[in-house]
């Protein structure tokens, strides 16, 4: 805990306002920081998060308002002057360099030299203390950074910040890309952290990570400051929703419908393997069924889905969509017999950000709205603004630029554009990533209903809860192998990570 | 509409320094960067440099520049090379690059003035616009199974293109200039059609048609998907590997088209025509607003930046200044015009939350 004799706030924000032409993505936003604490930031998407943190780092200059540091107001021109002050900022996309080593990504920008030469020992010299500092003596400063996983690359990238005299650190979502066991050592670190008296900025969406690391929240809603320096303690999760959405929220599942003995089985998988990733994968998902596969990151989860998919082309076995066989590594096959599959990384492998809307909603389909060779784009739209109605998604205009929405409503789109194309069977990968908690409820919800009006669905999430709460069946998977199969209200997390251990232990 | 005089000051404020200044006075700009990123702002630019030089060429050549006649000169220079960059306008949209298209085009002249060859269309002279089509998309055909079958990069498959095509032209030709008397080919691509000659009707329509297609069409829906994010393309399921062949199938057969004006125009064949036309096509595609990276591509803009670059090597010859200053005057132009296009694009970019 922390003491409240403390003088003055390491950092004080009052009333900070920022507008993007005629947009205002900030409108008074009062935030106190104090030294050695974690404060949360709370917010929805488009809350004004990243701009509140682009603000701060230096990328952007606010337009109202005053930033105190130390009890001296400042003005941040840029990312250096923001480092000079002692603030590093650690953004959610990784921001190391993959052909550079470790000692060379830390030192990126202030490289340690002696008259223009690099002094390559000192470098790693001090790389190998910055890495005992954030526990993990085992990176050795020369190794290529593009071979280290995400978690280790977010060491990297903590370390660098290290390396600068850094009083305050800000972290945009830095458990995004980690799984449970990589997240309890990044609380390691942030405790370590702490504990030299520096402060952290933590942001995330995931409330059971603010309660156990926060000292302090702050919550963000519509670019102004909804409540400011809550305590974690004795402030109750539901009243964090609430603040955030500014609705009560009840279930955050839908009920489950019956899916009837006789439904015929849509998607079956028999065998299916792709050289080391996974082996021996046998499912069936039946129309109106949502089946779930939960595991940790690197069971093989995605590779599972994009094979059945045919974007990897499998080694062995085989798919079969109502009774037809599609061939390994055909998408089009796939998306012909109508399977659609809504992909990891929606920003890399799903949406086109600069085009509108309607030319994603409609990529699988544009052909069957033209006659012959020539584009339909009214139909498009007009389709478009129909499911984007039926999605309450926003305002309902086709044509805006895909870039702009936010990460729900962008997630909404993916999922309009396999409605539009009218699939049987619906892969879902990490449907919720970058969602925050009101959208993704209705997410949840449209998944639901998509369910019940009978398509086959296939789900995999980096969060067990929500695999459970939404599936109908669930298969527990790891180092690639199914391990169990269970109806999903006959097994809790601890059940599933119970599998899990014993599973890699046999 | 209140954007025609944020055009007028577009133009005028556009090449002043201060508008590096911070955007201090954002209500005023914003509606005038968002007109500028605006696919029809993007192009205005090119208008007004290209309007900047019809008056600066007025003003130093009187009228020996400002006359009709010149004015066909110029178009007559542009449509060669014009009608190669419509085809390398398609592969930078969809991400790709061809350097391949002079030798190609250089090689389909030769062929299709192979004194066999000419005989064979001495009946029939279409047959020669035929043959040079055909090596176009042949060799087109070549780089695009390369690329999309044999995942090899783009530009290098090309380069090799390139080379060898330029290669077999000598073989072909055995370095000998081979002289068209084909009359009626001579015949028809001397005359014209209300007193423009066909060669510029010819890049009329390659435009015309080329506009259609990437705009109005699945094929240029495809071709613009594939260059804005292929494994978005690929997962929703689009043909990237197929579709990526008939793109530079596409950009070979312009080429070949180029080829045959080529011949008409210097009545010869040669395993030289066409040098260094792939860096010209590419520069007057990227500097009319086609992305480079892909995923932006304008035919409209290919065609201004065409033009701007044959209106420019007018204006020189007409001055009777010496080509090396034009190739200066050239290399400017690119960076100045990349350089403002990139900086509305990324202003763009960064406005969002």
């Known amino acids: ?506 | 509409m209140s954007e025609q005089d944020t055009t007028a000051k577009a133009g005028d404020i556009a090449p002043e320094p201060d508008a590096a200044a911070p955007a201090a006075s954002a209500p005023a700009a914003s509606p005038l960067r968002r007109f500028f990123s605006s696919p029809a702002g993007r192009s205005i630019g090119l208008v007004i440099a290209l309007g900047l030089l019809l008056v600066i060429g007025t003003v130093t050549a009187g009228d020996n520049f400002a006359s009709i006649d010149n004015m066909l000169v110029i178009l007559r220079l542009a449509s060669v090379i014009g009608v190669v960059a419509i085809g390398v306008t398609f592969v930078i949209t969809a991400g790709g690059i061809d350097l391949s298209v002079g030798s190609v085009l250089g090689l389909s002249s030769v062929v299709a003035s192979l004194g066999a060859i000419q005989t064979a269309s001495s009946g029939f002279w279409p047959l020669m616009v035929f043959v040079a089509l055909a090596v176009g998309i042949v060799a087109g055909l070549t780089n695009g199974l390369i690329i999309a079958y044999g995942k090899v990069v783009a530009f290098m498959a090309t380069l090799a293109m390139l080379v060898a095509a330029r290669g077999l032209a000598e073989l072909i030709s055995q370095r000998q200039t081979q002289v068209v008397n084909n009359q009626g080919f001579l015949d028809f691509f001397r005359g014209d059609l209300l007193g423009i000659s066909w060669v510029v009707w010819i890049f009329g329509l390659v435009a015309i048609g080329g506009w259609f297609l990437l705009n109005r069409t699945t094929f240029g829906r495809r071709t613009v998907a594939i260059g804005g994010n292929a494994t978005a393309a690929r997962l929703a399921g689009v043909n990237v590997k197929r579709h990526t062949m008939y793109l530079y199938m596409l950009a070979g057969a312009c080429a070949g088209i180029a080829g045959t004006m080529m011949l008409s125009r210097t009545t010869a064949g040669t395993s030289t025509h066409g040098l260094l036309y792939e860096l010209d096509a590419i520069a007057a595609v990227v500097v009319g607003g086609t992305l480079l990276v892909g995923g932006r591509g304008t035919i409209g803009g290919t065609v201004l930046g065409v033009l701007l670059f044959a209106t420019l090597t007018n204006v020189f010859t007409q001055n009777n200044l010496s080509s090396s200053v034009q190739l200066v005057a050239k290399g400017i132009i690119i960076v100045v015009a990349v350089m403002l296009q990139q900086r509305f694009a990324n202003r763009e970019a960064t406005t969002s939350t």
């Open chain 1, 1 to 506: 805990m922390i003491e409240d004799d403390h003088p003055v706030s390491l950092l004080e924000v009052r009333g900070l306002t920022k507008s993007f032409g005629s947009a205002r993505a900030l409108k008074g936003v009062d935030l106190d920081v104090r030294a050695g604490e974690v404060h949360c930031v709370l917010g929805q998407n488009g809350a004004g998060k990243s701009t509140l943190i682009k603000t701060l780092s230096g990328a952007h200059q606010p337009d109202e308002g005053e930033i105190r540091w130390n009890g001296e107001q400042v003005t941040i021109e840029n990312p250096v002057a923001a480092l000079e002050l002692g603030i590093a900022t650690m953004y959610q996309e990784l921001d190391v360099v993959d052909g550079l080593s470790i000692a060379e990504n830390i030192y990126l920008g202030h490289e340690l030299a002696r008259g223009g030469v690099l002094s390559r020992r000192e470098a790693a010299k001090r790389t190998r203390e910055l890495m005992k500092r954030l526990g993990h003596p085992d990176l050795s400063p020369g190794r290529e950074v593009g071979s280290l996983s995400p978690a280790n690359q977010q060491i990297v990238s903590m370390a660098r910040a290290l390396s600068h005299d850094i009083k305050l650190m800000i972290m945009d979502e830095p458990s995004a890309v980690l799984d449970s066991e990589e997240v309890g050592n990044l609380f390691r670190v942030v405790e370590e952290l702490t504990s030299q008296g520096i402060a952290v900025i933590y942001i995330s969406h995931r409330l059971e990570e603010i309660e156990r690391i926060g000292d302090r929240i702050t919550v963000l809603k519509d670019g102004a400051s909804q409540a400011s320096n809550l305590p974690v303690e004795g402030t109750p999760t539901r009243e964090l929703i609430s603040l955030m959405t500014g609705t009560d929220i009840e279930h955050a599942f839908p009920e489950r419908g019956e899916v009837s003995a006789d439904a015929p089985v849509v998607l079956e998988v028999t065998d299916l393997a792709l050289g080391k990733h996974f082996q021996d994968v046998s499912l069936s998902v039946r129309a109106g069924e949502i089946v779930g596969l939960a595991g940790l990151v690197g069971s093989g989860r995605s590779e599972i889905l994009e094979t059945v998919y045919g974007h990897r082309k499998a080694t062995n076995g085989t798919v079969t969509v109502d009774g037809k066989r599609l061939r390994p590594g055909h998408v089009t096959d796939a998306v012909d017999a109508g399977v659609g599959l809504s992909p990891e990384e929606r920003k890399s492998q799903g949406l086109l950000l600069e085009e509108p809307i309607y030319r994603n909603a409609t990529l699988a389909t544009f052909t069957r709205f033209a006659k012959g060779p020539l584009l339909d784009e009214a139909a498009e739209r007009k389709a478009t603004e129909e499911q984007m109605k039926a999605l309450e998604l926003r305002p309902a205009e086709p044509n805006r630029i895909t870039r702009t929405l936010s990460g729900g409503n962008q997630q909404k789109i993916m999922l309009a554009r396999w409605l539009i194309h009218g699939t049987r069977v619906l892969l879902l990968d990490e449907p919720t990533r970058g969602v925050d908690v009101g959208a993704r409820m209705e997410i949840y919800r449209l998944i639901r209903n998509l369910a019940d009006a009978g398509t086959a669905i296939l789900i995999v999430s980096s969060e067990i809860e929500e695999v459970l709460g939404l599936a109908d069946r669930i298969h527990v998977i790891a180092d690639g192998r199914f391990l169990a199969e269970r109806p999903a209200t006959e097994i809790d997390e601890h059940g599933v990570l119970d599998l899990v251990m014993k599973g890699s232990a046999a």
